[in-house]
């Protein structure tokens, strides 16, 4: 079946403009993370959504950043008056149990 | 901030050869989870071993973990050209969210 979609794939934008960011995740999937990924390092944890509900916003790095999941499936990932180091490749990921399955993610150039 | 710690951070070795990848955490966990990455694609799942488990095969791969040690280690054997990626471990602690904690990888070069 259809993995984890995520569009668009590449973002370049202007410091101070919004991004909203999309994930599609597996069909049935209960829960939906976004992950933030800097060029030579690991995925670092944004925040988790369990169906609508988002139940963990811990990594989001400041209120600029926000996460909806409105009906429990499609969420988007909102970035506000966006800055150079908002600059990365974001990543959604799925699951129904324990393994979580990535999307390709989304690379945001904010120039 | 980065819950493990990948050793080495590079590696490179002949096709045909085996590598070994050492994670090392700090807090107490749930699970351990070992990804690949390729260049310019996405995380593909490899394994998932629980706290309660010691070792665990998957075709070429094979992973451990000593929890008394805070450690885990991912060995691929017979290595070939198309396992040229970065691995990351990745680790969940014992907590509702299961938001997974991953380690800085390992980058492996497999020279044909």
């Known amino acids: 079946g259809a993995g984890v979609s995520q569009s668009p794939r590449y973002k370049v934008t202007k410091r101070g403009q919004d991004v909203a960011l999309r994930c599609d995740p597996i069909s049935g999937h209960v829960s939906l993370y976004w992950y933030r990924q800097a060029l030579g390092q690991g995925p670092e944890f944004l925040t988790y959504f369990n169906y609508e509900a988002q139940q963990d916003k811990s990594g989001l790095p400041n209120d600029r950043f926000s996460a909806e999941r409105p009906e429990g499936s499609i969420s988007t990932l909102t970035i506000q008056r966006t800055e150079q180091r908002d600059s990365a490749m974001y990543r959604c990921a799925s699951s129904s149990e324990e393994t979580q399955y990535f999307g390709p993610g989304t690379r945001l150039l904010v120039l | 901030s980065q819950q493990g710690e990948e050793d080495p951070q590079a590696l490179s070795i002949q096709e045909g050869e085996n590598a070994t990848m050492n994670c090392s955490y700090k807090t107490s966990i749930n699970n351990l989870q070992w990804y690949r990455q390729n260049s310019g694609r996405g995380l593909v799942h490899l394994i998932l071993?629980?706290?309660?488990?010691r070792e665990k095969h998957s075709g070429r791969l094979r992973v451990t973990l000593d929890t008394s040690k805070k450690s885990s280690s991912l060995l691929i054997t017979a290595s070939r050209a198309a396992d040229t990626a970065s691995y990351f471990c990745?680790?969940?602690?014992?907590?509702?969210?299961?938001?997974?904690?991953f380690g800085s990888g390992t980058r492996l070069l497999v020279r044909p």
């Open positions: 071993i629980r706290s309660n488990e």
């Open positions: 990745a680790t969940d602690r014992r907590d509702s969210s299961y938001k997974l904690i």
